[in-house]
């Protein structure tokens, strides 16, 4: 595997999740493939769970890691080419790219979408420039339009918790004081349209995701109606992706936020989320420290995924 972006790059899906859950089992058992193999995580945008569990992920495997900030200590870095660097930016990532890429083997990035550009945003312009000039593999760490690491642990947490062959999975919008980037549900929706489950994806008017990733998914406006008989129930909250509101706060509709009484309407479903979770405006207290909600197990699932996709990466190099 040479890059690592949407469900796509890892093939047979069900081959890749029996890979992690075997990985899981035995997860010291590759230290050889990383020995003096050096794996380098650069982050534009803040995070918890990514930045720890792969760097577990990487020592899981015998390699050194770096981690490197952006925003903290780096120079501030030009992104766009044919601009005079006569401002604050005092260095250019079209020197800053290859200089990372000589310091390693392989490269996560995490770079969020922006909201100033749909376009840049939906081309994912930092990384794609790191898989172009960086020379080596990159995977993303949840980039502008996806989030891979996540959707590929949510999917081994449903294929661990599922107790029918098929289950009911229901992406639920919920709301948020902020505006978020439509990653995580991207890339929800591409692994759960490529996985053996009835998927369907429930929000407000409005708040239509990319039809590139919602494929041929049930969207169902009425949230009720979506999550009965669910056996997983996965909230996250996204701004508007349609012109001309794109990267807009529509509604902060309370009535959406997932409540036991939400629930009750599930068969008894697993309430998942990728956290980090803004309590009481997504889901409430009572449901997230029910014995129904996998948030923590999912998250512990992320040094599952990112161990597969760079255990990958070093069998490739
Ligand atoms: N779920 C997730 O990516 O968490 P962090 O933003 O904390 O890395």
């Known amino acids: 595997m040479r890059t690592y972006t949407n469900v796509k790059d890892l093939d047979d899906l069900n081959a890749a999740v029996k890979e992690a859950l075997e990985i899981k089992k035995n997860r010291y058992a590759y230290k050889h493939l990383g020995e003096n193999r050096t794996l380098l995580m650069v982050f534009f945008n803040s995070s918890l769970r990514t930045r720890l569990s792969t760097q577990k992920a990487g020592m899981n495997l015998g390699m050194n890691t770096m981690v490197l900030d952006i925003n903290q200590g780096a120079w501030k870095l030009e ?114 349209n490529e996985a053996d489950v009835d998927f369907v994806i429930t929000h407000p008017e409005g708040y239509e995701l990319d039809s590139k990733f919602v494929r041929g998914a049930k969207v169902e406006y009425n949230q009720d109606k979506a999550l009965a008989g669910a056996d997983f129930v996965y909230a996250k909250n996204w701004a508007a992706y349609a012109d001309p509101n794109y990267g807009k706060i529509l509604s902060k509709d309370t009535s959406w936020t997932v409540t036991t009484g939400k629930m009750a309407l599930t068969n008894n479903a697993y309430f998942m989320h990728c956290l980090p979770v803004r309590r009481n405006m997504i889901v409430s207290d009572d449901v997230i420290e029910s014995p129904q909600s996998i948030v923590i197990q999912e998250a512990a699932n992320r040094e599952i995924s990112a161990q597969t996709v760079i255990k990958r990466m070093l069998e490739n190099l």
């Open 79 to 192: 992104t766009e080419r044919g601009v005079i660097m006569d401002g604050d930016k005092s260095e250019h990532i079209l020197e800053a790219i290859p200089v990372m890429g000589s310091y390693c083997d392989i490269i996560g990035v995490r770079a969020f979408a922006q909201f100033e550009n749909k376009e840049d945003d939906y081309q994912e312009k930092i990384l794609n420039q790191f898989i172009r000039y960086s020379g080596k593999p990159v995977f993303s760490m949840e980039a502008a339009t996806g989030h891979p690491l996540q959707a590929f642990a949510d999917l081994i947490t449903i294929e661990e918790y599922k107790k029918s062959a098929r289950p009911k999975v229901v992406l639920t919008w919920a709301p948020h004081p902020k505006a978020l980037p439509q990653a995580v549900p991207n890339s929800f929706a591409d692994f759960m």
